[in-house]
């Protein structure tokens, strides 16, 4: 944990990289914030009978694990404690969806509107271009069809 934000190593060394790569990983970490914490967690086991004789440790838990329920923690090395910035962390908002508004009507994104058939979709324009070339490598024509490029001398017996 980053400044109370949850964030794996890979994602932490990517902002080491993009920040100061000469200094070594935890340092340049110990710069860039105010909290670090490392922990160590373990999620909960799930076992599916594979035979009759199978005893279970547990009881079965119910699977998927609830969203709200969280690992369990079985180690954590504070690295630089600020208890201040760790306790009043806000979780970031995502980008605003972009609307589509008129007047006196609900609101709706773009994407929702198109999947709703009431805009149509961004149309990509892929246009194929065909061209016959000589013997020699000379530009014969260009065409917009491959059917229209076959002539008399061409066409498969």
């Known amino acids: 944990m980053v400044n109370g934000e949850e964030r794996h190593q890979v994602t932490l060394w990517y902002r080491h990289s993009k920040h100061n790569p000469k ?9 860039m914030y ?20 199978l005893t279970l440790a547990s009881p079965v838990l ?29 979780l970031k908002r995502r980008e605003p969806v972009y609307y589509y508004y008129v007047k006196d009507e609900l609101l709706f994104s773009r994407k929702t509107l198109i999947k709703h058939g009431l805009l149509p979709p961004p149309v990509k324009k892929i246009i194929h271009v065909y061209a016959q070339y000589d013997i020699y490598g000379h530009l014969e024509k ?4 491959i059917r229209s490029l076959v002539t008399e001398e061409l066409r498969p017996t």
Do not use: A, C, G, M
């Open 23 to 31: 200094l070594p990983f935890r340092e340049d970490l110990l710069t």
């Open 34 to 53: 105010e909290d670090i914490r490392q922990t160590w967690s373990k999620q909960f086991i799930y076992v599916i009978r594979l035979d009759k004789k």
């Open 62 to 90: 119910p699977y998927p694990k609830p969203s709200n329920e969280y690992p369990i923690v079985t180690k954590e090395e504070i690295y630089k404690r600020n208890d201040e910035v760790f306790n009043n962390y806000q």
């Open 142 to 145: 260009v065409e917009h069809s």
